[in-house]
């Protein structure tokens, strides 16, 4: 199967209109009986959410960015079909069995695709941008998310021993999400973003990179203890996980010393909603920062045990918000989708409320406000407002010639 790279952006972007659509039956299933198991229908959001979109979507990019397209072009349509095949299995398995011998199957073989594809990457990466900054971030990034596959097979392990109660099957899953929502992906997107920077001539300080890494990577395995702080360890792992918030955030500060006068270099590469977007990226990027280091303080902490929509509020800044808006720039600058202010308002729109509306029970509780709201129907609204702006942006793919 020979698929373009725009085929294979709109194939990713279909999964995340999938994914969105079981998001908003989620939210129905709240507001009206229907008999299905809601466990069956999560597991299929966040797979084809994680494993669909984002996951390809980040290959494609790759692909583009750090390999000649012209070579070795069937072996990495292989590796894109056969991760295509793995998600699909998924995507029609797990809302009928949840996890159970045919998900578990296709799971497993989106992990041996990712090691193939991370193969692919360190063997076919073009000599040229080995000698880039970007290269060396991409690499972390991809190492990562081989780290993060520990997790899932951690999984099965535990399930098989201790069974899904134990609280190492918490920590196995925190463990994989971790690695993937605060590692891989996120400095997977910096490395992007750095790439488009260097391939237009704009120079960047080793230097700076090099203590960006430092604070980064040594932020990151600190980080990870806020992943088990709701079995109330010893007081020295918050002390850690705050550590590590605190190095995450002075890690920001060199990505903008890397680059003198960065405002202004971005400006004139990127187009105007681009630009803007990117504005918007960077502060919730920072607020998504910030969370992370105020998580290790054990009120907060405490919190966050009990009131689960601050994981899933968090998890969904990051998805929804930090994530899946640099994607939307990246893609439309390198031309695979088409992007506008319309577009956009839907989408950030329903963004900005489901955050609001997930946190604002354990919002309400801290500050003890009684004011109540039709909290599930709202969500469903704010949900029908993402899907809307993800279909908009999945038709203009389908009514624009490719560019």
């Not at 995340?16 to 989620?26: D, E, S, V, Y």
């Not at 072009?73 to 590796?79: A, F, L, M, P």
């Not at 989106?110 to 000599?127: E, G, P, Q, V």
């Not at 919730?284 to 280091?293: A, D, E, P, S, V």
Request: net charge positive.
């Amino acid at each position: 199967m020979n698929l373009s790279l725009k085929k294979q952006t709109n194939i990713a972007l279909s999964f995340f209109l999938i994914a969105a659509l079981i998001g908003l039956f989620l939210r129905f299933l709240f507001i009206a009986d229907v008999e299905v198991d809601f466990k069956y229908f999560l597991h299929a959001h966040s797979h084809v959410a994680l494993m669909g979109w984002v996951y390809l979507a980040m290959l494609v990019l790759i692909r583009l960015c750090f390999f000649d397209t012209k070579k070795n072009k069937k072996q990495y349509n292989g590796i894109f079909v056969f991760t295509l095949i793995t998600v699909v299995g998924m995507l029609c398995s797990f809302p009928f069995q949840g996890y159970a011998a045919i998900s578990i199957t296709f799971s497993t073989l989106f992990l041996f695709a990712s090691y193939w594809f991370y193969w692919f990457f360190i063997k076919h990466a073009s000599k040229q941008t080995r000698q880039l900054h970007s290269y060396r971030i991409l690499k972390y990034a991809l190492i990562y998310m081989l780290i993060s596959s520990i997790g899932p097979w951690a999984v099965g392990g535990v399930m098989a021993t201790l069974g899904s109660g134990s609280v190492w099957y918490r920590i196995a899953i925190y463990f994989y999400l971790h690695f993937q929502y605060n590692a891989w992906i996120i400095l997977g997107l910096i490395g992007i973003f750095m790439y488009i920077l260097e391939n237009k001539g704009i120079l960047i300080e080793k230097k700076s990179i090099k203590v960006f890494l430092m604070y980064f990577n040594s932020g990151l395995i600190f980080t990870f203890f806020l992943s088990i702080l709701f079995v109330e360890p010893h007081g020295i792992f918050y002390l850690i996980s705050i550590a590590g918030g605190a190095l995450q955030l002075v890690s920001l500060f060199y990505v903008k010393e890397a680059i003198p006068d960065l405002k202004t270099k971005v400006k004139k590469i990127f187009s105007h909603l681009e630009f803007t977007l990117l504005k918007w990226i960077s502060i919730l990027l920072l607020i998504k920062f910030i969370m992370q280091f105020f998580a290790g303080f054990k009120p907060v902490a405490d919190l966050i045990t009990n009131y689960k929509n601050l994981t899933i509020g968090f998890l969904h800044w990051t998805f929804l918000g930090v994530i899946t808006l640099s994607l939307f720039v990246l893609l439309s600058y390198f031309k695979l989708i088409k992007i506008n202010k319309a577009v956009i308002y839907f989408y950030a729109l329903g963004f900005l409320l489901t955050e609001a509306l997930i946190f604002w029970r354990p919002i309400s509780f801290i500050f003890n406000l009684d004011f109540s709201i039709p909290q599930y129907i709202l969500l469903f609204i704010a949900s029908f407002l993402l899907v809307i702006g993800i279909f908009i942006i999945m038709l203009k793919q389908l009514v624009k010639k490719p560019n």
